[in-house]
């Protein structure tokens, strides 16, 4: 009986050192169990980390890449508008993007660094890059020059260059490159967060488990669970910010793709421009080139007309056959100057003189010369409205323009058919006709029944120097001359042709609505030789160049006017204007201009008229620096100066200072 019990104690005893041995080794392995799981935690955490940061790494050099792509895209956009409107601010706009382009692409290649094959491509991407900008740099350096033609066929060249390609095919390649990375980091980065949490999971089940196992380890358990859920916090911070970045990369890719698709519609538009870019730009170009021979041109001009006219007068009939080559040399100089006058209208060099006109009426009274110049095979027909608006308007311009679309439609009729002249009364929307604004417009419309022409050579009626008539047949000046002639009268013109039907010309003018009732150019009888009253009145004579100067004062001289010489504006108000009848001034001198000289006599002697002498004034201002006052253009027979300073003399001082 007495062994009973130590046997049993023994076995309690051995049970509990078993037990004992059994929570020590349990609580030794859970210890070891969790810390195994806090490790693998831990480096599960690590790894989501740097693949976390590997992916927005390749999400950077993403937005990297697509900001290279844009900056460069704009930077060319900007260089285009710089060649075409010679603008520095959007010069200044190409330079700054292309600059931006280049702080991309370094950006872009501290972020491959690690990537040998994707530095490689950076490398590569770089040197096209430079060789981009050496292309580019032509046409902006004849941009910056205002060198504008030839910066706009350089800057053409070099849209069509084969680096353009090149570089969007290795940004494409890097990108893809990039996106092929991303999807397998986003890939590892998912298993990592996965491992993570099943991890974080068995590591909570083993805490509950070691609650019951032993109270040492409940401390034990807690800890790990205060470090699950910091992880898990992590771990939705991460996975927050991985989201708010995703959403910020994808709206940076929607506002690249939209740049993108602007640019695209952008390059569209400019490419379906090119056309009437061309025209323009030529017609600019020669504008410019016209305008700045025409004054030296024209006082050589007045030179030979002058002189040819005295000595035609003086020759009489002394020397028939002399005076037969005479004629013949002032025509030809005479045909000079009318082509001077069309080249300065074309340029838009020369001001028009616009007044209130009837279209209808000045075509009724140019009838019988559209008779004359078309011939007898050709009949006219001239349709008008019952009530015909008025335009404001040069009608000697107006005049030539609607001869020049007769002549042009004689010759696609070869002599023989049916002229139909038409006046009608529109209201226009905007951009209806051309870049005509909305409003009332009075066209006229210029219909034959020729040959006509393919819709690619009618694109191109209104360049300068084009024509389809044979050599020696035309200058090709006609239509341009009526173009320039419509846009600075603030109008349009238009053409409608096809093969076999003919072709319609439509000169369209503003509506002006006039006070009185419009005159067309009305015809003022004057005397052509002085008064006894008037001859030997003194006339002022200004002109800078010696030989127009001396033209001009024979022919004074042979009317029976008292001519003075002064070289420049400062030497005619340094004479006594006492007992001056008339001042005779040219428009573009040194120094003090024909309208400076005319407002300083306004001031010093009201009651003095001036006449105008000009063949070219595109420098000396416009039309209302001569309001008032009579005009004469160079050159000019001794008829015509006589008439000009008949009228300049007549004029009522009523009308000369309006």
């Known amino acids: 009986m007495a062994t009973e019990p130590i046997v049993a104690t023994r076995e309690g005893g051995t049970g509990k050192v078993w037990r004992r041995g059994a929570a020590t080794g349990g609580a030794f392995a859970a ?71 280049g702080t991309q692409l370094e950006k872009l290649r501290t972020l491959v660094a690690d990537d040998p094959a994707q530095a490689q491509r950076v490398r590569d991407l770089a040197r096209l890059y430079r060789e981009r900008g050496d292309e580019l740099a032509a046409p902006a350096t004849r941009a910056t020059y205002h060198q504008g033609w030839p910066a706009l066929s350089m800057f053409y060249e070099a849209g069509k260059a084969l680096t353009i390609p090149v570089i969007a095919r290795r940004m494409e390649e890097i990108a893809d490159h990039e996106r092929a990375r991303l999807g397998r980091l986003s890939d590892l980065a998912q298993q990592k967060v996965e491992r993570s949490n099943r991890l974080a999971r068995l590591l909570s089940l083993l805490g509950v488990a070691l609650v019951f196992v032993a109270g040492v380890l409940v401390w034990l358990a807690v800890e790990a669970f205060g470090q699950r859920a910091s992880a898990r916090r992590r771990a939705d911070e991460e ?33 379906a421009a090119e056309a009437q870019l061309r025209q323009i730009q030529k017609m600019e170009a020669v504008g410019q080139l016209t305008g700045g021979i ?37 025509e030809g100089a005479n045909r000079a100057a009318a082509l001077t006058r069309r080249l300065l209208a074309f340029a838009r060099a020369e001001p028009l003189l616009p007044e209130g006109v009837d279209p209808t009426r000045l ?27 008025h335009v404001w308007c040069d009608p000697g311009q107006l005049e030539n323009a609607i001869l020049n679309a007769a002549v042009n439609a004689r010759d696609a009729m070869e002599g023989e058919g049916r002229l139909t002249i038409a006046t009608t009364n529109v209201t226009l929307r905007a951009g209806e006709v051309g870049d005509a604004p909305a409003g009332d417009y009075v066209r006229i419309d210029i219909a034959d029944t020729g040959c006509g022409m393919p819709p690619e050579l009618a694109e191109r009626v209104f360049e300068p120097f084009f024509t389809t008539k044979p050599v020696g047949k035309g200058t090709g000046l006609g239509l341009s001359q009526i173009f320039g002639f419509a846009r600075q009268s603030g109008g349009e013109v238009a053409i409608r042709s096809a093969v076999g039907t003919g072709t319609t010309l439509s000169l369209l003018l503003p509506r002006y609505e006039a006070v009185a009732p419009a005159v067309a150019a009305p015809v ?55 007992g001056v009848r008339l001042v005779v001034t040219d428009v573009v001198m040194p120094g003090m201009t024909g ?38 253009r160079k050159p000019f027979t001794v008829d015509q100066l006589a008439r000009a300073v008949a009228e300049a003399i007549t004029l009522p001082p009523a009308e000369r200072a309006a």
């Open 595 to 632: 309208p400076a000289l005319a407002a300083e006599l306004a001031r010093r002697a009201p009651a003095l008229p001036v006449l105008f002498v000009t063949g070219y004034v595109g420098e000396a201002g416009d039309a209302e620096d001569f309001r008032g006052h009579a005009v004469l």
């Open 294 to 330: 025409a004054h030296d041109f024209n006082n050589m001009l007045a030179v030979v007309v002058g002189g040819l006219d005295l000595a035609r007068r003086r020759l009489g009939t002394q020397a028939p056959d002399a005076a037969r080559h005479l004629d013949n040399a002032l």
């Open 31 to 101: 210890a070891l169990l969790l810390i195994a799981l806090v490790v693998l935690v831990a480096l599960s955490n690590r790894a989501r980390d740097d693949a976390l940061a590997r992916e927005r790494r390749s999400y950077d050099v993403l937005l990297v890449i697509r900001g290279l792509d844009a900056a460069m895209a704009r930077s060319e956009a900007a260089l285009g508008r710089f060649v075409i409107s010679g603008d520095r601010r959007t010069g200044f706009l190409y330079f700054d993007e292309w600059r931006r382009a």
């Open 524 to 578: 003022v009888q004057l005397q052509l030789a002085p008064t006894v009253a008037e001859r030997g009145s003194r006339v002022l004579v200004v002109e800078d160049d010696p030989r127009v100067r001396g033209a001009t004062i024979g022919a004074l001289e042979e009317l029976g006017y008292l001519p003075i010489a002064c070289t420049s504006g400062d030497e005619a108000l340094a004479q006594d204007l006492a």
């Open 363 to 389: 075509i009724g009274g140019m009838s019988d010369l559209i008779d004359r110049t078309l011939g007898e095979r050709i009949e006219v027909v001239v349709q008008a409205p019952a009530a015909p608006w």
């Open 239 to 271: 996975e927050i910010r991985a989201l708010s970045l995703e959403a910020a990369v994808a709206e940076r890719t929607r506002e690249l793709s939209d740049a993108n698709a602007a640019l695209r519609a952008e390059a569209e538009t400019r490419a």
